[in-house]
């Protein structure tokens, strides 16, 4: 092809045309001309381009992470665009002895024309930051959107895995400690003295069931006095207390229920256990039938799944099992895996369990990645574990990348989510319950409580601001926890992690691209928060 708009045609950029994202010659100069932010200033002109370059089986790519877009170049682009500026074209063809030099003054002279339309930039931002203020100012104007009551520190399980089981330090146990009425009551009315139209609700522990008579008066008060809100309701559970009234209730009510259940009972029953050793899994389906029974379409629609991968691993039975049981078939699941780093000596991994899921999660991802490639519509567990960061890509910001960046994953502190301890305390969220205590019930949010917790991030995080994937990256402030504070060392983990699963998945991606640009259309029709 000729170039077009004065764009070389080696710069290939993937771009979207109405909601389709598609591999196209830049067709003008203007497509080009928001996705950068103007010639760079000398200052950043001494700098190395933002950029981040990856392969697919096909193609030279680099990810430009000031306009967040993705280019396909070719094999000389891709080796100069890392080198300064101010060499000489004698000097860089010199030091790329594998290319004549012809090639490499035309891939030099259309990285300068790039360049020139605010492509490949050198800016990077200055400070990390919450869009709209400083968070005194934004916890003042922010609506808080949902409100989430431990509404009991007790338990009828122990599973081995639990992180209030009583193997974690700093972690708060299971026990007889009991939200009150009026505990419950001061929450719901100091959080929605501050939302918005639209509100959350929700009821967490311990087992919030053995709670039900409390949970039952609470919808019943929060619609009587709060008749202008718009309330969504969810419940986290084990699913074993789940009796035909407790379904009637969640189901007619509209109640997200989110369900513990980690796969077939040989998987389940290993780790999810009563307090007398029994494992949990046919009560749990008899809870899941009695829901189901309640109303049908409520069940399909509101019920979802928590599963939880701890050693020995069975990813692949585990897999099998909520793709194929009819109480589970279609339903979303949340995976996580125990981290092996603060859970008991009994289950860390051996070396032969971590290669079988090695190779079972290796077997699971190249069969999702095939469904996207031949049917355009993946199904099931494999969507859920792989398909959610492909959504957010391809819903991703394409508005350039100013001075400032979002805090990465992080939510404004009792904003999005506010937490209420069985006694009464606010944290951040249930991740969080812990940690950094934000206020109570009969004080309200504490503003040095919130900004203990984020000048504690931000001193953990200068280097994000150099990070090519800072625009991608969603750690959290609970990924960062060891113990009841943010850790350096878990930090720089986790960050290692998120880099090596943003490579993966650009390559991913665009392989998929290259074979099909229409393959990812199914994710137009999908939100993503």
Known sequence: HSSCGGIPSRLRVLWWTGHVQRLAVVPSPGLLEP????????????????????????????????????????????????????????????????????????????????KGKGLFSNHRPSRIGYAGGDVAELLDVTPR?????????????????????????????????????ETARLAVDEFMSRAGEDVSLSFYGGEPLLRFEMIERLVSDVARDHPQRRVSWSLTTNGTLVSESVARFLMSHGFLV????????????????????????????????????????????????????????ALADVVDFFDSHPLTRGHHCAFSYVNSATCNADLHPTAESLAQLRRENGELQRGFLA??????????????????????????????????????????????????????????????????????????????????????YLALSADCLQCWACRLCSICFAQMKSGAVLNQDVRDRECASSRAHWERLLRDYYALLEQDPHCLDYLEQETWR
């Not at 599973?159 to 193997?167: E, I, K, Q, S």
């Not at 077939?264 to 009563?274: E, N, S």
């Not at 008899?286 to 309640?294: I, P, V």
């Not at 979002?406 to 969220?429: M, T």
């Open 145 to 181: 959107e949902q409100l989430i009551l431990n509404v009991t520190d007790g338990c009828n399980l122990r599973c081995g895995y639990c992180v209030y089981g009583g193997d974690y330090p700093e972690q708060r146990t299971h026990g007889p400690r009991e939200m009150t009425s």
């Open 371 to 456: 469904d996207v490639a031949r049917t355009g519509a993946p199904f099931g567990f494999a969507n859920d574990l792989y398909g959610t960061d492909f959504g957010r890509f391809y819903h991703r910001s394409k508005q350039p990348l100013g001075d400032s960046m979002e805090p990465n994953g992080n939510c404004l502190p009792s904003a999005r989510r506010l937490f209420v301890s069985s006694e009464g305390d606010y944290h951040v969220c249930e991740k969080l319950d812990n940690a950094y205590p934000i206020g109570d019930v009969r004080t309200g949010v504490n503003r040095v409580g919130v900004a203990r917790l984020y000048d504690d």
């Open 35 to 114: 996705a950068g932010r103007g010639a760079p200033d000398a200052d950043e002109a001494r700098a190395e381009p933002f950029v981040h370059k990856f392969r697919t089986d096909r193609h030279f790519c680099i990810y430009d992470v000031n306009s967040n877009r993705t280019f396909q170049v070719d094999e000389v682009t891709s080796e100069i665009i890392d080198h300064p500026e101010a060499l000489s074209l004698d000097r860089l063809a010199g030091s790329l002895p594998q290319f004549d030099k012809t090639e490499v003054e035309r891939a030099a002279a259309g990285v300068a024309v790039a």
């Open 258 to 313: 989110t369900v513990s259940l980690d796969g077939p009972r040989a998987v389940t029953d290993r780790h999810r256990k009563d307090v007398r050793g029994v494992g949990a899994f046919d009560r749990i389906l008899a809870g899941l039938e009695r829901l189901q029974q309640a109303d049908p379409a409520a069940y399909d629609k509101n019920v979802i799944f928590s599963v939880v991968c701890a050693a020995p691993f």
